[in-house]
């Protein structure tokens, strides 16, 4: 018996029954019925096709009744035409069409494994194969070939499985070459998942230029940082120096160098690329992107626009809810649009102000539903722990906080608010280095429910009262972006007056000092969460008068135009929304 011949590979193939064609009869008897009518009979035998199939099998065990020798690498393996054509497009064509071979009676089939041929003609009598790792991917493409569009299919999904950073480079790049789109896409997103650990492995260092700049575009990458993405671009470079420094221009293209810190960008990137002359103007618009912040809305490029994974993740904190008052905070992932459960704040607080101090959470002041508040507590992102800092000088709620600046000692300023009895005009700022609160110079005017940002690194207030004659229309939720202020939704009257909510959008543009109408939300309402997620602006829930809302939209700059985000849990208005840094490892 030759190695190819059909009967060798029964043990390790064969996962049907091999009955004869005596021994199916008893069983095919026991199948059959019988159905009359006046004038007629009719049988149906519930296991013909079977006990056909069966015997075709067998006569392809005995190789009987075979119209046709398939040849591969010197393997001859005989088999039936007609079985071929009906599991096979690609025999279909050959043996039904007017190609010469649909004449021929042994058939050569070129730059085909004859192990996987032998495996798939056997497939083509009993439905079964065995997928082994160490030949999945011959059989894949042989599967591919002859158009046995089910084991295809099955093969990518045993491949699915088999992904690891040591593999997945090689399945992307396999499964491209094979044009399995399902499995092509599901091999680069575990890439981009695990790049930290793909590029320790020899598939990555083994890559070809075009094939690591097309890695390099995504914006997927999961990496805590663009340090990351140059670390590895110069681990690949410095794998064969002297034929891959050339690359360097090229690829440097593909590293956001202006979102690296001014350190960095010296002590490594310009040691490292700064004495080639094509790296310098891509350095040069790093420098001029941290001197000259004023200036960044003309620098802005694909090179400026953070990575997904580096953005951080938003934090929707308290606000009102169907409840009267929600305690519990939602955690959403930019990289799986989706939102989960988080902590709950340590005590029951409405009318809060929120501020994020490197990576520690400060919830200032506030109302527990009987009395308004002074006091301040702290979650560390880190360690997800709860502790208590100095309170304010003064109990507010209705407050607006922000932070100035992105120091690990920048201000915290607390601005106006109430008390329970007034409305208040002052401002308190807290100093993280001294760890105590102090009065400043207070506002114009009393006001509470105001919005507060930082831009340019000075405190800006916004409410009704103070920018009508300049405001188009009365808005509530602010946040600064781009080097521009945005206010979201709001009422067309003032607040204590009946008024319809608004999906207006309006930014403003402190160098010309005026106010301009922006694309409309989706659905038009107040007491917005909102904030700076990356470089776009997120809205999170509302109030349109009736209900609370659980609306999750986000603010694209360049096309002018809202998107629609997953939705948080509960429908929430007048919640904190803050961006949190990423993790360094798994909240």
């Given at each position: 018996?030759?190695?190819c011949?059909p009967?060798?590979s029964?043990?390790?193939?064969?996962n049907?029954?091999?009955n004869?064609i005596?021994e199916g009869?008893?069983?095919?008897?026991?199948?059959?019925?019988?159905t009359s009518t006046?004038s007629?009979?009719?049988f149906?035998?519930n296991?013909h096709?079977?006990v056909?199939?069966?015997?075709?099998y067998?006569?392809?065990?005995?190789?009987?009744?075979?119209?046709?020798?398939?040849?591969a690498?010197?393997?001859?393996?005989?088999?039936?035409k007609?079985v071929?054509s009906s599991?096979s497009?690609?025999?279909?064509a050959m043996?039904?069409g007017s190609?010469k071979e649909?004449?021929l009676?042994?058939?050569?089939?070129?730059?085909?494994?004859?192990?996987a041929?032998?495996?798939?003609v056997?497939?083509c009598?009993t439905?079964v194969i065995?997928l082994?790792e160490e030949s999945?991917?011959?059989?894949l493409?042989?599967a591919?070939l002859?158009?046995?569009?089910?084991?295809?299919?099955a093969?990518c999904?045993?491949?699915?499985k088999?992904?690891?950073p040591c593999?997945?480079?090689?399945?992307?790049?396999?499964a491209?070459?094979q044009?399995?789109?399902?499995?092509?896409?599901?091999a680069?997103?575990?890439?981009?998942?695990?790049?930290?650990?793909v590029?320790?492995?020899?598939?990555?260092l083994?890559?070809?230029?075009d094939?690591?700049?097309?890695l390099l575009?995504?914006?997927?990458?999961?990496?805590?940082s663009?340090e990351d993405?140059f670390?590895?671009?110069?681990?690949?470079?410095?794998?064969?120096n002297?034929?891959?420094e050339?690359?360097?221009?090229?690829l440097?293209?593909?590293?956001?160098?202006?979102?690296l810190?001014?350190?960095?960008?010296?002590?490594k990137?310009e040691?490292?690329c700064?004495?080639?002359?094509e790296?310098?103007?891509?350095?040069?618009?790093a420098?001029?992107?941290?001197?000259?912040?004023e200036?960044?809305t003309?620098l802005?490029s694909?090179?400026?626009?953070?990575?997904?994974?580096t953005?951080g993740?938003?934090l929707?904190?308290?606000?009102?809810d169907?409840?009267?008052?929600?305690s519990n905070?939602e955690?959403?992932d930019?990289?799986?649009?989706?939102?989960?459960p988080f902590?709950?704040?340590?005590t029951?607080?409405?009318?809060f102000?929120v501020?994020?101090?490197q990576?520690k959470?400060?919830i200032?002041g506030?109302r527990?539903?009987l009395?308004?508040?002074?006091?301040?507590d702290?979650?560390d992102l880190?360690?997800?722990?709860?502790?208590t800092?100095?309170?304010m000088n003064?109990h507010?709620?209705g407050?607006g906080?922000?932070?100035?600046?992105?120091?690990p000692?920048a201000?915290?300023?607390?601005?106006?608010?109430h008390d329970?009895w007034?409305?208040?005009?002052?401002?308190?700022?807290?100093?993280?280095?001294?760890?105590?609160?102090t009065?400043?110079?207070?506002m114009?005017?009393?006001?509470?429910?105001c919005?507060?940002?930082?831009?340019?690194d000075v405190?800006?207030f916004a409410?009704i009262?103070?920018?009508?004659k300049k405001?188009?229309?009365y808005?509530?939720?602010?946040?600064?972006a781009?080097g521009?202020?945005?206010?979201?939704?709001?009422h067309?009257?003032p607040a204590?007056?009946?008024g319809?909510?608004?999906?207006c959008?309006?930014?403003y543009?402190?160098?010309?000092?005026?106010w301009t109408?922006?694309?409309?939300?989706s659905?038009?309402r107040?007491?917005?969460?909102?904030c700076?997620?990356?470089?776009?602006?997120?809205?999170v829930?509302?109030?349109?008068?009736?209900?609370?809302?659980?609306l999750?939209?986000?603010?694209d700059?360049?096309s002018?135009t809202?998107?629609n985000?997953?939705?948080?849990?509960i429908?929430?208005?007048?919640?904190?929304v803050?961006?949190?840094?990423?993790?360094?490892?798994?909240l």
């Amino acid at each position: 018996m030759s190695a190819c011949d059909p009967q060798k590979s029964e043990t390790a193939n064969d996962n049907v029954s091999t009955n004869s064609i005596d021994e199916g009869l008893p069983r095919e008897f026991s199948q059959i019925s019988l159905t009359s009518t006046s004038s007629q009979d009719e049988f149906y035998n519930n296991g013909h096709s079977e006990v056909a199939l069966k015997n075709i099998y067998g006569y392809y065990r005995s190789q009987k009744l075979c119209d046709v020798v398939l040849i591969a690498e010197g393997c001859r393996i005989p088999a039936h035409k007609v079985v071929l054509s009906s599991c096979s497009e690609y025999f279909a064509a050959m043996f039904t069409g007017s190609l010469k071979e649909a004449k021929l009676n042994e058939i050569v089939l070129e730059r085909v494994d004859a192990t996987a041929l032998q495996s798939l003609v056997h497939y083509c009598y009993t439905g079964v194969i065995e997928l082994k790792e160490e030949s999945v991917e011959v059989l894949l493409s042989t599967a591919s070939l002859l158009q046995l569009h089910a084991v295809t299919k099955a093969c990518c999904t045993f491949l699915m499985k088999q992904l690891d950073p040591c593999n997945s480079l090689g399945i992307a790049l396999f499964a491209e070459h094979q044009s399995c789109l399902t499995l092509h896409k599901s091999a680069l997103e575990y890439t981009y998942q695990h790049f930290i650990e793909v590029v320790k492995h020899p598939e990555y260092l083994s890559l070809q230029v075009d094939q690591l700049a097309n890695l390099l575009k995504s914006d997927d990458l999961n990496v805590i940082s663009e340090e990351d993405v140059f670390d590895s671009v110069m681990t690949w470079v410095q794998h064969d120096n002297i034929n891959r420094e050339k690359h360097l221009p090229t690829l440097l293209k593909l590293v956001k160098l202006p979102l690296l810190s001014s350190e960095y960008l010296i002590d490594k990137v310009e040691q490292s690329c700064g004495k080639i002359q094509e790296c310098q103007p891509l350095i040069m618009e790093a420098v001029k992107w941290h001197l000259l912040p004023e200036r960044r809305t003309s620098l802005s490029s694909h090179r400026t626009r953070p990575r997904t994974s580096t953005i951080g993740r938003l934090l929707a904190i308290g606000g009102m809810d169907g409840n009267k008052g929600a305690s519990n905070m939602e955690i959403y992932d930019p990289r799986t649009n989706t939102w989960s459960p988080f902590m709950r704040m340590g005590t029951r607080r409405l009318q809060f102000g929120v501020a994020v101090l490197q990576n520690k959470l400060i919830i200032v002041g506030g109302r527990d539903g009987l009395k308004t508040l002074n006091t301040v507590d702290c979650f560390d992102l880190t360690t997800l722990s709860w502790s208590t800092l100095a309170a304010m000088n003064t109990h507010r709620h209705g407050l607006g906080v922000a932070v100035l600046g992105n120091g690990p000692h920048a201000p915290v300023y607390a601005v106006g608010g109430h008390d329970g009895w007034i409305y208040l005009n002052s401002v308190e700022r807290w100093d993280a280095a001294s760890r105590t609160w102090t009065v400043v110079a207070p506002m114009a005017g009393a006001r509470s429910t105001c919005g507060v940002a930082a831009l340019r690194d000075v405190v800006n207030f916004a409410d009704i009262r103070i920018m009508i004659k300049k405001m188009l229309t009365y808005n509530y939720s602010i946040c600064a972006a781009g080097g521009y202020l945005y206010a979201l939704g709001g009422h067309e009257a003032p607040a204590n007056t009946m008024g319809g909510r608004l999906a207006c959008v309006e930014r403003y543009d402190p160098v010309t000092d005026t106010w301009t109408l922006l694309a409309r939300l989706s659905y038009a309402r107040d007491a917005i969460g909102s904030c700076l997620l990356g470089d776009r602006i997120v809205a999170v829930g509302g109030y349109d008068g009736v209900q609370y809302l659980n609306l999750v939209e986000i603010y694209d700059a360049e096309s002018n135009t809202w998107r629609n985000l997953a939705p948080i849990s509960i429908g929430r208005a007048g919640a904190a929304v803050v961006a949190v840094p990423p993790p360094h490892r798994t909240l």
